[in-house]
């Protein structure tokens, strides 16, 4: 039985933020749902998250999470949060201890942590660095580790020492539940750590067996907003390489911010400063223009989405056409060959084959079917101020600049609409629509002048 115990009490004051810092963002993502979704990936039986500053917050943003919080009123240092935590544990189970503010260590490397938990031994994450400054530092005797001392209570010897303390570790809860009651706060920081432990496990002839990330990057935490930027480029760099590998071509990796999941077919382009949220999936061919952000949306094959381009909860078929500066908001649905062009934006709105919106139109809870054309400035008045309505538009139908059409409304097959009408009655297969003021030119009327 694994049990996972993660750390998300402190206030994390270098955020300089009034939430706490595990509900700061990589990648869109709050650093916590970070470290639970590993947690998930283990198949955890049991997590216990615990909480302290801002836990009303924490506790919120986990809400549909089957998590245990478990509240630490008092901030006293790891080890006396991880004892909060002990009436819970099931006192057969392996635990796995983490940090809330540490959200890119890897499934492998903590299933390797895990694995060394034994009934003999305990599992401790280190890292050695070419700047060890304010961690922790591992203490071995002939090779086997015997404790971790801390940075403030370190003596010149043990400071050169560049092997460090991750903080994450996995131990028997029985083991926990022997050790943890008897740490003391007599140290420099008056604190109960965590990290005293490891002495009472080699003073016990348990093994402390250590295991290292493959990537440094794995173990960093965020203390400060310039951490966070560090940690989310780290994040990006190895989306975009994942996409190159996948054979999607980047024009900038660098400029590409993933908030969610992406799947690409072969052959795609995407430009630079391109954002996407939820999960996007891009078919064979596709072309995404620089600046564009598309969220939980699919793509079809040989579409191209030009630039500045916004799409949210959107479909679209095969080789259509989209912007520049085009919104598509969520239930839109484009078949093939469909044309959404500058200024356009649509909601709830189905687009049939090879149909045209090309210029500064809003279209929204329509069904437009196949070869329609929409004039420029057409508006489909779809909400009265308390009730939305559907216009339709068949087959084949011409709807020509600078119309309004109030729904409910339906624009037969092969109908036309003169430029200007406000369409307001149903119309029939091939009807010519016009529903504008008579023009009036008045002669001889002359301009008003300064007075």
């Not at 599992?123 to 001392?149: F, Q």
Request: proline share 3%; hydrophobic share 40%.
């Amino acid at each position: 039985m694994l049990e996972i115990i993660i750390l998300a009490a402190g206030k994390g004051t270098r955020m300089r933020s009034d939430k706490p810092k595990v509900l700061h963002t990589l990648a869109g993502k709050p650093f916590l749902e970070h470290v639970l979704d590993r947690s998930a990936e283990l198949n955890a039986d049991k997590v216990h998250v615990i909480i302290g500053h801002g836990a009303n917050m924490v506790r919120e943003a986990l809400a549909g999470r089957d998590v245990n919080f478990v509240e630490q009123t008092e901030q006293l240092g790891t080890g006396h949060a991880v004892l909060q935590v002990l009436p819970h544990l099931n006192p057969e189970s392996d635990t796995l201890i983490l940090y809330g503010d540490v959200p890119l260590t890897k499934t492998d490397t903590l299933a390797e942590l895990r694995a060394k938990v034994s009934d003999s031994s305990m599992g401790l994450l280190t890292v050695n660095l070419a700047d060890p400054n304010g961690y922790g530092r591992i203490v071995r005797t002939n090779g086997s580790v015997t404790a971790i001392v801390e940075q403030k209570d370190a003596n010149p010897e043990q400071l050169k020492i560049d092997e460090v303390n991750t903080g994450v570790m996995a131990v028997k809860s029985a083991h926990l539940a022997k050790w943890l009651p008897t740490l003391s706060n007599d140290n420099a920081q008056g604190e109960y750590y965590l990290t005293d432990i490891i002495a009472m496990s080699s003073a016990d002839d348990i093994a402390i067996e250590t295991a290292q990330p493959k990537d440094e990057y794995e173990v960093l935490g965020v203390n400060n907003r310039l951490q966070q930027a560090e940690l989310e480029r780290i994040f990006q760099r190895q989306v975009a390489e994942e996409l190159m590998v996948a054979g999607a071509t980047l024009l900038d990796p660098a400029r590409l911010d993933c908030r969610g999941s992406i799947e690409v077919g072969r052959d795609c382009v995407i430009d630079v400063n391109c954002v996407f949220e939820g999960k996007v999936v891009l078919g064979n061919n596709v072309h995404i223009g620089p600046n564009c952000v598309i969220s939980d949306s699919t793509i079809g094959d040989g579409t191209v989405i030009l630039a500045n381009s916004i799409l949210e909860e959107s479909t679209l078929a095969e080789n259509c056409n989209i912007g520049p500066f085009a919104r598509l908001r969520p239930g839109s649905q484009l078949a093939s060959k469909a044309k959404i062009g500058n200024f356009v934006e649509t909601k709830k709105a189905v687009i049939g084959e090879g149909s045209k919106v090309n210029h500064l139109s809003y279209v929204g809870d329509a069904e437009i079917g196949a070869g329609v054309n929409i004039g420029a400035g057409t508006i489909t008045c779809n909400y009265d101020g308390v009730n939305k309505s559907k216009t339709t538009i068949e087959d084949g139908a011409f709807i020509g600049s600078n119309s309004a059409l109030v729904a409910p409304v339906t624009v037969g097959k092969n109908a036309t609409v003169g430029a200007g009408s406000i369409v307001t009655k149903n119309s029939e297969e091939g009807d010519l629509i016009i529903a504008r003021a008579k023009q009036s030119n008045i002669k001889g009327w002359a301009r008003p002048v300064k007075k």
